[in-house]
């Protein structure tokens, strides 16, 4: 009788902690207001702002207007920061040098260029150079078979061959890029395969006008990524100074690269020439940054739980404003509003078991920059974090979307990666208070915009952290154009989403056991 009454005392005390748990939650979640988002996103997406693009005073402005409003909040700093921002480098790269071809200098801007920002510092020396076609070296299709390279200077064209109207590649198009991924696959297959350099010839560009050479000599702000193999040094030749390299042979290969044809092996002899390539660089070092706010778990607090957006885009072009109210200035007020009901529910006696880890970072737009820094330079354990919630455009309602829970849904994208926990807990969360319909429709494998590789969670799950995403799906309308602004905004829906996403993380801080890691991550991760 004694053991049913203690386990009957038991049941009923779980079920107390947990209706109180979840009031707390419903408390709390309550504070997230369409108001108090609106108050917030219509300063993030101000002109003072400037479009927040990474690297410029707009950016700065707005780190510094989220770490405020940390501080006011009451979340903490992470000690190993020293404040409220995580610090990272980006580079711009001036470039001199001296192209010399037999003893003789090319005149840099009419015979070549040579981007500032993919060529080093250095001296390279060939006396021999090779033409590899379209430099392409893939399972499917090699320029390089039977050809050996080594110590030498490869010329090849830019673009791709094709067969009966269609690329020898499986991946269509993947090296047809002029410039970054094509060229720079290139560029590192002829480094894997010993070249010395290489002359690169765009067979649709006869020459260079003056602001490709102007832009040639400066590079633009970028992230330094770790552990990247550097290719070959390269230049771009114009076609006359190509042909009178090449000889009288590279009329008829211009012709054959202009209609994507396929180069029979050996069309051009190895030519004995003298060739230096001396460049030198200059580089100015710019610092971006994330911000981390903290509200601090009690019985699990060496345990987090991440609530992230980007809160920078495009900046100012052509005398107009990127506002980027919906991307991704809804995300980045929506981590400032769960923040702040978070902070709340500590300072009044209920704060999470786990430590909740708020975090805006920059650079997203640029190619994921400030989550890559982070999920390279954690701050707290990587082991240790249970879950990164991710919030990219959450604001509008996607223009494509027919259906008629239109006004009443979100996309989720990564409930089934990672951990078979993420459903339920999400799901649940959202079934007891908010009903919206969660849509999984870019977690389809055949997604052709990829879209779980395109937001800052992705850095976390490369690193194995379960990660959930939220996104609205505006990717029409006002998608990455100056009119993204905050009367765009559907407040009602806004409100109910974050809340949402609040309550998930709720859940998650709380529960007993860390999101259990159980699933690999997809094949044909990058």
């Known amino acids: 009788m004694k053991k049913t009454v203690i386990l009957f005392s038991l049941s009923l005390f779980c079920q107390v902690a947990l209706f109180a748990q979840t009031d707390n939650a419903a408390k709390y979640g309550a504070t997230i207001t369409g108001a108090n988002l609106k108050k917030h996103l219509t300063i993030i997406a101000s002109d003072e702002f400037e479009g927040r693009e990474t690297g410029t005073e707009g950016q700065r402005k707005a780190a510094a207007y989220i770490e405020s409003q940390f501080k006011q909040m009451g979340l903490t700093s992470a000690a190993a ?28 801007g009419t015979d070549y260029i040579s981007p500032a920002a993919s060529n080093e510092n250095g001296t390279s020396k060939a006396t021999k150079i090779i033409f590899t076609g379209y430099g392409i070296d893939d399972a499917n299709y090699s320029d390089y078979t039977g050809i050996d390279v080594k110590n030498k200077v490869v010329v090849f064209f830019a673009g791709e061959p094709k067969k009966e109207g269609k690329y020898f590649i499986a991946a269509s198009g993947r090296y047809s890029k002029w410039t970054y991924p ?52 390269y230049a771009l030749l114009s076609n006359a100074y190509a ?17 994507s044809i396929a180069f029979t092996p050996n069309w051009l002899a190895q030519s004995k020439v003298k060739i230096q390539f001396t460049y030198s660089k200059f580089r100015t070092t710019v610092n971006a940054s994330n911000v981390v706010g903290i509200v601090e778990g009690t019985d699990k607090k060496e345990e987090y739980v991440f609530c992230t957006g980007h809160y920078d885009h495009l900046g100012t072009h052509d005398g107009k404003i990127f506002y ?55 701050v707290f354990p990587l082991n ?37 926990d993420l459903p339920g807990i999400n799901e649940g969360a959202n079934n007891r208070n908010t009903q919206l319909v969660l849509d999984y429709k870019f977690d389809d494998p055949n997604d052709h915009e ?25 990717l029409k309308a006002d998608y990455h154009k100056p009119t993204d602004t905050v009367d765009k905004i559907n407040f009602d829906l806004y409100e109910k989403r974050v809340r949402m996403i609040f309550y998930t993380a709720w859940e998650i801080a709380n529960r007993d056991e860390m ?5 690999p991550l997809p094949e044909g991760s990058r």
């Open 81 to 108: 920061l020293n404040g409220y921002q995580q610090f990272y480098p980006l580079y711009q790269d001036s470039i001199s040098g001296e192209l010399k071809v037999n003893g003789k200098s090319a005149v840099y």
């Open 182 to 233: 094509g060229l720079n696959a290139k560029l590192a297959a002829a480094r894997a395969k010993g070249a010395v350099g290489a002359f690169v010839i765009n067979p649709m560009q006869e020459s260079f006008n003056q602001r490709t050479v102007d832009n040639s000599k400066k590079s633009n702000l970028y992230f330094p990524h770790e552990n990247e193999v550097r290719p070959v040094n």
């Open 324 to 378: 980027g109210a919906d991307d991704d200035g809804s995300g980045t007020c929506g981590v400032i509003a769960m923040a702040e009901a978070f902070a709340k529910a500590k300072a009044e006696g209920h704060g999470p078991r786990r430590t909740i880890v708020f975090m805006t970072v920059s650079g997203e737009e640029k190619g994921l920059w400030g989550s890559e820094y982070y999920s390279d330079h954690p």
């Open 450 to 474: 990829r879209i779980y590789y395109r937001s800052d969670h992705y850095n976390f799950a490369r690193k194995g952290v379960p990660v959930l995403f939220f996104y609205d799906g505006m």
């Open 515 to 519: 999101v259990k890691r159980d699933i």
């Open 384 to 420: 240790k974090t249970s879950v990164d919630l991710n919030t990219d455009m959450v604001g509008r309602v996607d223009t494509e979307r027919k259906t008629s829970d239109t006004l009443n849904y979100v996309y989720v994208i990564g409930h089934n990666k990672l951990s078979s």
């Open 243 to 259: 042909k009178a390299l090449i000889g009288n042979n590279f009329d008829t290969l211009l012709k054959l690269a202009k209609a």
